[in-house]
């Protein structure tokens, strides 16, 4: 079984601020990466996904994959605080969809 | 991006009745479709595949025959929880993936009592 852990949170940052989540991955065969969001109450969002160890930038928020270290962030640049909610790191597991991590719940403070 | 629609979005019932939660794809054919649960300041669950025309496949420790997942046509799943009882409160969400990225329903937010 897959895993993919991330750290739960609350990450607090200053409206403006750059947000830094992060999530590590225990298979060192997977290829692709998903980054979702979840307010409350709601189902998940895709915001990004990556395959390419490096950087990815869409709009205000970066994904960087470091393959060798089994590692996958998202950066939230100028953060709002409609940025406010918990942000889901997935990963796919053989023939099976996503294999979610717990999520970090985001704090924009105005 | 393609639209994956539930219903209904809210239950409430008494304990020992079955609920029934459908999954539709809005504009696109899904052969499967998946169904996650999610408590409380967790992580979504992967509960089972629904395959259309076939059986789902359960992950373990899912009782298939309390939850029960009907897939009749290429556009619709069903999740029957059948004698529910308040540890099944949760949130249900479904999802389709029309061309490999994974397409969630709204969610069902189930409350037995």
């Known amino acids: 079984q897959k895993e993919v852990e991330q750290n739960s949170g609350p990450l607090s940052v200053p409206e403006g601020a750059i947000a830094s989540l992060n999530c590590t991955y225990s298979d060192r065969g997977s290829q692709s990466f998903f980054w979702y969001r979840q307010y409350s109450g709601k189902s998940p969002e895709l915001i990004m996904f990556i395959y390419s160890n490096g950087d990815k930038e869409d709009g205000r928020f970066t994904a960087q994959l470091n393959k060798a270290s089994q590692y996958v962030s998202l950066l939230i640049r100028d953060s709002q605080p409609s940025d406010s909610a918990t942000y889901l790191c997935?990963?796919?597991?053989?023939?099976?969809?996503?294999?979610f991590g717990k999520g970090t719940r985001l704090s924009v403070i105005a | 991006g393609a639209v994956v629609s539930q219903h209904p979005s809210r239950v409430i019932c008494k304990s020992g009745t079955s609920v029934k939660i459908e999954c539709r794809s809005l504009?696109?054919?899904?052969?499967?479709m998946f169904w996650y649960r999610q408590f409380p300041k967790q992580s979504l669950m992967l509960m089972a595949t629904?395959?259309?025309?076939?059986?789902?496949?359960?992950e373990q420790g899912v009782e298939k025959d309390k939850f029960l997942i009907n897939h009749a046509s290429l556009t619709l799943s069903t999740l029957t929880v059948t004698s529910a009882h308040p540890e099944d409160s949760s949130f249900y969400i479904c999802s389709a993936t029309p061309d490999g990225e994974q397409f969630f329903g709204p969610g069902t937010r189930l409350t037995v009592l």
């Open positions: 629904s395959n259309e025309g076939s059986k789902a496949t359960y």
């Open positions: 997935a990963v796919p597991s053989g023939n099976t969809p996503l294999v």
């Open positions: 504009d696109f054919q899904a052969t499967t």
